[in-house]
């Protein structure tokens, strides 16, 4: 299958109020009857080859390179990274023409080899071989078809019974201790639970290709299933969970998918990894072969990344389509004390595989990653469609804005501003993910951390598709930062967090402004969690005119309330000022291990309040001026 269609580039040189601006057209050759009569075309292999043209126009005496794109899909075959700092005064400007849709594509496009294997009059079951190199280095953990995700053949909610019996007179409800411990001495407890009697788990049948979800209070992990001891009803994991079972009070859920007992619904696939085949069910009336199929693949599709002496600066993009971006898989999180080379009798770990960090899973990685960048604008851009997050404003980021966005239908959250300060180990070999993580134990220089970063009038909502654990929006170790008259709506976990770290000399997280975003239907999976979340000190933040309404706590959650604004650990040195909250479970505010005294709560309306009507209509309605949503 040819990946990549030729491009063909326009460059014109044109003077416009003393300026020097660079344009270059970009087509996809065969997919459109355009004719560019022109002495200078450049005839390219890939979007790829369009950094070496733009490299070619970065001079002192060019202003603008403006990119433009007609209509298509473009293929990456790799990351586009921008690093150049040769000249910072250039801006570079990617756009898509005026009513054209450009979408850039970081995954397979599957042939149309779909072959009919069964036919009732209950649907169809297609099957297509996947031969080509990628399909046998990688597993597939997602399938979009004509721009939404398919689902996979997946389980009903199971409930747990608590760990193993020889691990339950050592667990503790929220025994933070008990988890270096059990790090040093044995993962077994990280990598097994009891279940109850059911005979749908007894009768599994094919271990080798299903995958089990863990479902925590904060945060969801992804496991390979090594082995079910029906006798004993015992399930065991090829890759161990961030919180053992037990941890949190209460029976935690969990989830098989990918599963050939459950392959029985219609607009269903399932993988076979040992075949190497795909299996997809569908209504009669549906030849997937007139349908367009793509499995994520690439990890980024672009990163914008300087360095400590250079930023790389002035780069926009406009109404481009983000698209077909890959998790990071075989990522866990351990305790820096964690021995992994003790490994029990018998036990098996899949370095590769799974998935288990703490809540925000950030470490799924982005479609779109920013590093020591400054001025780079996303305007009217969509992230949708991928595995991960759908953009990462990361270390020494300033004055970036993202404008009139969207993020849909992603695996990951929405937005990151910020970093982790947690090491994130790959099993054995012990290896900071650098892409995506700080290193361990560090504490941050607020000059070093992302700031004056702008979200605003941003449309967030059904993310969290395969991390249950991730959020509209981040500020993680972000100062200065703007979010603005966002929407989010219709998440597993928090709409938007902020701090990440609970040590009272930090200041790495302060002056931050979150204010006019509608919040709603968040928290809809997991517990103890907020429309608004807040962990440790920040300093001369507000939060102020926002607009929060109908969270809940799901069936079976385990762990502590959900609430409007939750306030955790050592959150202070702020202002809540004139929000306003409706259709919330439980109380609008809670506060855990922090002092209200700290905390500026002043003029706002909470489910709960008997405040004045006219002090109410007055928020809502400047909320809703600011909101373009609303």
């Not at 090594?226 to 161990?240: G, K, V």
């Not at 600066?313 to 971006?325: E, L, M």
């Not at 991928?386 to 980021?397: A, F, K, P, T, V």
Request: one cysteine or more; charged letters at 15%; a positive charge.
């Amino acid at each position: 299958m040819k990946l990549f269609t030729s491009l063909i580039l326009l460059l014109l040189t044109c003077n416009t109020f003393s300026q020097v601006v660079k344009k270059i057209y970009v087509f996809k050759e065969g997919a459109s009857k355009l004719t560019i009569k022109s002495n200078n075309n450049d005839i390219l292999n890939s979007i790829q080859s369009i950094s070496k043209i733009i490299d070619s126009c970065i001079t002192k005496e060019v202003d603008t390179v403006h990119v433009f794109f007609y209509e298509g899909v473009y293929q990456l075959k790799s990351t586009i990274q921008f690093s150049n700092t040769k000249n910072s005064k250039t801006v570079i400007i990617f756009e898509a023409l005026k009513k054209n849709t450009v979408f850039f594509s970081g995954g397979e496009k599957l042939p149309n080899r779909w072959k009919l294997i069964e036919k009732t009059e209950t649907g169809s079951l297609w099957q297509i071989k996947l031969t080509d190199t990628f399909f046998t280095k990688w597993n597939v953990n997602s399938l979009i078809c004509n721009g939404k995700w398919i689902n996979n053949a997946t389980s009903d909610t199971f409930i747990s019974n608590g760990p193993l019996p020889q691990f339950k007179k050592n667990v503790g409800y929220y025994d933070f201790s008990l988890l270096k411990k059990f790090y040093k001495d044995s993962l077994l407890l990280y990598s097994s639970f009891q279940y109850f009697p059911n005979n749908a788990i007894n009768q599994i049948k094919d271990l080798q290709n299903a995958k089990l979800m863990q479902i925590n209070s904060w945060e969801g992990s992804w496991h390979d299933l090594l082995s079910i001891d029906t006798a004993n009803l015992h399930i065991y994991l090829a890759n161990p969970s961030c919180y053992p079972v037990g941890f949190f009070p209460g029976n935690n859920r969990f989830v098989i998918s990918n599963c050939i007992n459950y392959f029985n619904k219609k607009n269903q696939w399932y993988y076979n990894a040992s075949t190497n085949t795909l299996f997809f069910r569908c209504n009669n009336a549906i030849n997937p072969n007139l349908l367009h199929f793509y499995i994520p693949r690439l990890k980024h599709l672009v990163i914008i990344e300087g360095n400590k002496q250079n930023t790389v600066k002035n780069i926009i993009f406009r109404n481009i389509q983000f698209g077909h971006a890959a998790s990071f898989w075989g990522i866990h999180e351990t305790s820096p004390d964690a021995n992994v080379s003790i490994i029990p009798e018998k036990f098996i770990i899949n370095e590769k595989n799974g998935f288990s960090t703490l809540q925000n899973s950030i470490a799924c990685g982005e479609s779109v990653l920013l590093k020591y960048a400054s001025n780079c604008h996303f305007i009217n851009c969509t992230f949708a469609n991928s595995e991960n997050y759908g953009l990462r404003i990361g270390e020494n980021c300033f004055k970036n804005i993202v404008s009139k966005c969207s993020f849909n239908s992603l695996g990951g959250g929405g937005v990151i501003v910020g970093f982790d300060n947690y090491s994130i180990h790959t099993f054995f070999q012990k290896q900071n993910i650098s892409i995506t993580y700080a290193p361990s134990g560090a504490f941050f220089n607020a000059s070093n951390c992302p700031s004056n970063n702008i979200i605003r009038d941003c449309r967030i909502e059904n993310c969290g598709l395969l991390h249950k654990g991730t959020i509209g929006i981040g500020l993680m170790h972000a100062n200065n930062t703007e979010v603005v008259g966002n929407y989010i709506k219709n998440l597993p976990y928090s709409g938007i967090a902020v701090g990440w770290w609970y040590f009272e000399n930090m200041q790495s997280c302060r002056n931050n402004t979150v204010a006019y975003n509608y919040i709603s239907n968040v928290m809809q999976l997991l517990a103890d969690g907020g429309g608004i979340y807040t962990i440790g000190p920040q300093f001369g933040s507000k939060y102020q005119y926002n607009y929060i309404e109908q969270i809940s706590q799901s069936k079976h959650a385990i762990g502590a309330k959900n609430n409007a604004f939750f306030f955790d650990v050592k959150s202070e040195g702020f202002t809540v000022d004139s929000n306003f909250t409706r259709l919330i479970q439980a109380q609008s505010v809670r506060l855990n291990e922090s002092d209200s005294t700290k905390i500026v709560i002043r003029n706002n309306i909470f489910d709960t309040n008997k405040n004045s009507i006219q002090l109410e209509r007055n928020i809502q309605s400047k909320i809703k001026s600011k909101n373009k949503f609303l």
